[in-house]
């Protein structure tokens, strides 16, 4: 019965030459045949575009504005043909440097979700790297034990030139009066007058208060810090670090960053 076909009569797109073929509808049916005998124009080029060109036409007008129209295939006729999803292989890259994502298109996806939730670990510490926040460094304040010294500190790099000088100066005029250097305080005052006393190691000395429980604490940690952020942002500081501890000599004070870095990689 010519319902049970695809009844094409007459094709002549591309290779094709006024053919004329009947084709099984619901069997799986292999078109074979040698490098350019019309086998992608038959299946793709005609009974595909045909198939699909009819659906779209089928539809309504507001519909078919969304759809790719396609042009009608260069045959007499065609008969039995349902509406038709076309699958095809093809190699869109010769680039050798393609891999799965890029030739799929998701590699631009993948890359956003590991972004947005990814989370990236120092092959080093084995630690979370991450931006530091102040309230990152005041929750780590507050867990600290009561009554325990805190030191908030901005390691400075520094040395005794002229320009150095200048900036020390420039600290002084912004209020600011103390070094720190493994568990020794330094007053500017004092290194500016006898560079002697310089050390290389040494870091700018914010902030000292003791762990409490009072209200106060917080607000105060919370304008030291932002200050200590705003002076590791400016030059001769490392740039967006802060440092707290507890001014013991020979201690390894907790380290904190607004980059996105950890164990010197960035």
Do not use: C, W
Not at 220 to 237: K, M, P, V
Request: negative net charge; aromatic residues 6%; hydrophobic residues 35%.
């Amino acid at each position: 019965m010519s319902e049970n076909y695809i009844n094409i009569k007459g094709a002549r797109v591309n290779n094709l030459k006024n053919l004329d073929v009947k084709i099984p509808r619901e069997k799986l049916v292999v078109i074979s045949g040698i490098s350019g005998s019309g086998k992608s124009s038959l299946a793709f080029d005609t009974v595909f575009a045909e198939g699909q060109r009819r659906f779209v036409e089928s539809l309504s007008s507001f519909a078919r504005q969304f759809l790719g129209r396609m042009s009608k295939p260069d045959v007499d006729d065609i008969s039995g043909i349902p509406p038709a999803i076309a699958i095809e292989q093809k190699v869109n890259t010769r680039n050798p440097r393609s891999t799965v994502g890029t030739t799929t298109e998701i590699y631009d996806y993948l890359r956003l979700l590991y972004a947005r939730i990814g989370k990236t670990y120092s092959p080093v510490s084995g630690e979370e790297v991450k931006r530091h926040s102040v309230n990152d460094v005041i929750n780590h304040i507050l867990s600290l034990p009561v009554n325990s010294p805190v030191y908030i500190m901005v390691p400075l790099t520094l040395s005794m030139d002229g320009s150095q000088v200048e900036r020390l100066l420039k600290l002084k005029e912004e209020g600011f009066t103390r070094l720190f250097s493994d568990g020794e305080i330094l007053r500017i005052d004092d290194v500016l007058k006898n560079t002697t006393v310089f050390k290389e190691d040494v870091s700018l000395l914010v902030d000292r208060v003791m762990r409490d429980e009072s209200d106060e604490l917080t607000q105060r940690l919370q304008d030291s810090l932002h200050t200590a952020f705003s002076i590791s942002a400016s030059e001769g500081a490392e740039r967006g670090a802060v440092l707290i501890g507890s001014g013991k000599r020979g201690e390894q004070p907790a380290y904190f960053s607004t980059l996105f870095e950890a164990d010197g990689i960035t």
